[in-house]
């Protein structure tokens, strides 16, 4: 049913509800509703869990609302084991399509795709009933560690910012809110719940804040989830930093904050930093909630205030139904193994061993449990009951329908005697040996990471063992996130679909022969080893703190800083067929703090198949006031050419998107002068670069007081002027004089005001010089706002 209500009624809604109502209003009533008032005629909301699929439990949600079992009705969700089969993982949940996980579709590099996907999932959503999806999740894929990485898109924040406001799109302007989550650090599930985040506020704002930031600015969801972590010893559903004076005052955000469930400890608490939504329910939460209300603890206003927001939401999401909506499901496995195909990323293919000609192949040996009982999403809320899955093996058969194809799993080759003889006589007779390898199945996934980054099983050692005597093995990789692969020099090709959702199966068969051109690229470095990952020193923490080590350069700003070789660089993807890249303009040779500039470049697919290029812009600052990255992800377009074809490609950056931190001065800003742009195929592949000049103001580097050394006064001519009037005007010195006492102070590595006092003694208190000092901060800062 629509709730059409006015801004004026549901102030008087207000009026009529008493402290227990809003407390009640404010609250979740059992698992994954809002609560219904039904005598101020005020309707329940109905959401659930999934980034990449609807997970609908018949028992949780249509059964009777019990609050002694809540808790452990979810913890059988977020402990869901999915070693134990489909149906015994998913009990009674409705089927709905598992789509690729995020970690997949991130490498489509796809905005129209994953709009498509916000489309889908509502279009299932309004089919059962639910107005509000919890995802997609955002954070940042700091370590291939991280259990919930395979739900997250991109170790950069630029592309994480853009696919989820593209499926955030596609979510709510068909009636289904979205929930951005977990604000904000949540990068890691150990200990997520009592575990700090401690991350200095440079990398916080440049990388972790961003992706939230972009995606609210570009989508406004309707509603963003705190996380469970602390940040920087602050619980994030209690941070009234992260939750009002970022994300509503910095960011304008007025919609709902709802809390992850049961990751609110202290309720008033919450209330009072920003945290409007507790679910699920938890009745001694609503009790000290109300008794913070009775005592003052939590003021009327702060109660109303959230209680607006939610009302609000549900007058939204009531006006967004769809009646008697039904979903495609038919149309939407079509769409999962598009997206899939779309996704998979092809790393390596030595002498054009992919695709597989049928006509020139006798015989295929498959190997790998994977081929027929796919790994197609991780474990935890996410999960998704899929309506059919895809078989590799299947599917494999089907588009080879010529040619002998067996099956062997690597405990076959593991047996010994007759059974190992037989697998191993089958790889010598083979043309190609088709191995499906996975990470551990079930332990991946959330509540717990990683501990290494090896493939499951014995795996990694028997692709060594077949390569060393069999020349065209290639390896389909399923993982959540990066994998080493100590027998990548000796295989014959690589295929990563990540967790490719329910037509991954499909889309891996039409990339193995052909009918599908690679087009995925990685969204994520893939280490040599596990002790290259950034952060490695100080990953996982202890003592319930996290410190990110590694500050800003996180992902590839890492290895490019470090000059460090990965095993496959982000933004790497092989196709069969071949680019160039040619005619690099840009419409503006300078630019300032309001421009938007325009590149264009040609792409000319110069191979023998129509293929899709995906073609990324990075930055690189010339001479960085402060420590900066090498280059960073400013934009991208993803690009389909029939073979000999070319086109002009055109990428709008702007300038706010060039800028960085300044925790002193507390301001985004440009750095000055000359700018790179790189148009690349990765970020380690350049093939073309244009130099554009910045006007930004010339700042000091650092906000300057009585013990700074004085050079820094002189690092811009605009400050050296001004101390230089100073000088002159206060200690009555010539043009001379003030000229030596300027020689004189830029060699002192004492404070500014003891180096001065050195030579004219007291003449100018150390007030004064503070005085001065501030004015002038306060003068650099007014250019700095003109410019900004």
């Known amino acids: 049913m629509t709730w059409n209500i006015s801004d004026k009624e549901l102030a008087g809604l207000l009026t009529q509800m008493s402290i227990e109502e809003k407390v009640a209003m404010v609250s979740g009533h059992g698992l994954w509703r809002t609560v219904a008032n039904y005598r101020l005629n005020i309707p329940e909301l109905l959401m659930t869990d999934g980034t990449y699929g609807v997970r609908y439990s018949i028992e949780q949600i249509d059964g009777a609302h019990d609050a002694d079992n809540q808790l452990a009705s979810f913890l059988s969700v977020v402990n869901t084991d999915l070693s134990t089969g489909v149906d015994s993982a998913f ?5 709905a399509t598992c789509f690729p996980n995020g970690s997949s579709l991130a490498c489509s590099w796809d905005l129209d795709l994953a709009y498509e996907l916000g489309e889908a999932l509502a279009a299932e959503c309004q089919a059962f009933g639910v107005n509000i999806l919890l995802g997609p999740g955002v954070n940042i894929r700091r370590t291939p560690l991280a259990g919930r990485s395979y739900e997250y898109y991109a170790e950069d924040p630029l592309l994480t910012g853009d696919i989820a406001a593209a499926v955030i799109s596609g979510l709510q302007r068909n009636g289904v809110g979205a929930s951005l989550k977990h604000f904000a650090c949540n990068n890691s599930e150990v200990q997520r719940t009592t575990m700090s985040s401690v991350v200095e506020e440079r990398a916080l704002r440049e990388i972790y804040l961003a992706g939230f930031e972009r995606a609210i600015r570009k989508s406004d969801p309707w509603t963003v989830m705190s996380s469970y972590n602390r940040l920087n010893d602050v619980q994030t559903a209690e941070d009234h930093w992260l939750l009002t004076e970022v994300l509503r005052d910095e960011w304008g955000y007025d919609g709902v904050v709802v809390s992850d469930w049961h990751g609110i400890k202290d309720r008033p608490a919450s209330m009072n930093a920003g945290n409007d939504l507790d679910m699920p329910e938890s009745g001694s939460r609503k009790q000290e909630l109300l008794t913070a209300v009775e005592d003052g603890q939590v003021s009327m206003e702060t109660l109303d205030r959230s209680c607006l927001r939610i009302l609000k939401l549900v007058r939204l999401a009531r006006n967004g139904v769809k009646p008697n909506a039904e979903a495609d499901f038919q149309k939407h496995h079509a769409l999962s193994r598009r997206m899939a195909a779309e996704s998979i990323v092809l790393l390596k293919n030595e002498n054009a061993s992919l695709p597989l000609l049928p006509e020139k192949l006798k015989r295929i040996t498959v190997v790998g449990a994977a081929a027929v009982e796919p790994v197609i999403q991780g474990s935890g809320c996410a999960t998704t009951r899929p309506t059919e899955v895809d078989i590799p093996l299947e599917e494999i058969r089907k588009r080879a329908p010529g040619v002998d194809i067996d099956y062997h799993t690597v405990a076959d080759f593991e047996a010994g005697g007759s059974s190992e003889a037989v697998a191993l006589a089958a790889v010598d007779a083979a043309d190609a040996v088709l191995f499906f390898a996975n990470t551990e199945v079930g332990y991946d996934g959330e509540g717990s990471d990683r501990k290494h ?13 077949l390569s060393a005597r069999k020349s065209k093995v290639v390896v389909i990789l399923a993982t959540p996130d990066a994998v080493v692969m ?12 990540f967790f490719g959702g329910q037509g991954a199966g499909s889309a891996i068969a039409d990339v193995l022969f052909g009918s599908q051109n690679p087009s995925g690229k990685l969204t994520v470095t893939f280490p040599v080893q596990v002790e290259d990952i950034p952060g490695y020193l100080t990953y996982p923490g202890e003592g319930n703190r996290h410190i990110y080590s590694e500050g800003i350069h996180v992902g590839y700003r890492f290895y490019d800083k470090r000059k460090l070789t990965p095993l496959f660089p982000f933004g790497f993807g092989l196709s069969y067929t071949s680019f160039e890249y040619s005619n690099l303009s840009v419409d503006a040779d300078r630019i300032d703090a309001s421009s938007t500039i325009t590149l264009a470049f040609d792409i000319t697919n110069t191979g023998s198949v129509a293929g899709k290029e995906i073609a990324q812009v990075y930055a690189r600052p010339h001479q960085p006031r402060l420590i900066r990255p090498i280059r960073e992800l400013k934009g991208f377009a993803k690009v389909s050419l029939e073979p000999g074809e070319t086109k002009r490609v055109e990428i709008k950056i702007e300038s706010r998107d060039l800028r960085y931190y300044d925790p002193q001065y507390r301001r985004w800003l440009l750095d000055a002068g000359s700018l790179t742009f790189e148009v690349g195929a990765s970020s380690r592949d350049i093939r073309l670069e244009r130099t554009v000049e910045v006007e930004a103001a010339a700042l000091a580097s650092t906000v300057l007081n009585v013990e700074s050394q004085p050079f820094l006064v002189f690092e811009h001519e605009f400050a050296r002027q001004r101390f230089r009037a100073f000088l002159k005007q206060r200690l009555d010195l010539s043009d ?7 020689e004189y102070c830029a060699g002192s590595f004492l404070g500014i005001h003891k180096t001065v006092a050195w030579v004219a003694g007291e ?11 501030d004015s002038l901060n306060k003068e650099m800062g007014m250019t700095l706002i003109k410019a900004a």
Do not use: C, Y
């Not at 027998?487 to 090709?493: E, S, Y």
């Not at 001379?736 to 300027?742: G, I, P, R, T, V």
């Open 453 to 465: 980054l090896n493939l499951h099983d014995g795996q990694d050692a028997l692709i060594e063992r």
């Open 763 to 773: 003449t100018i208190s150390k007030a004064e010089m503070a005085a001065f000092l």
């Open 91 to 95: 009990g009674s949940t409705r089927p």
């Open 736 to 742: 001379q004089e003030a000229d030596k006492m300027l």
């Open 486 to 497: 100590p027998w990548a020099d000796h295989v014959a090709a690589v295929l990563v679909a």
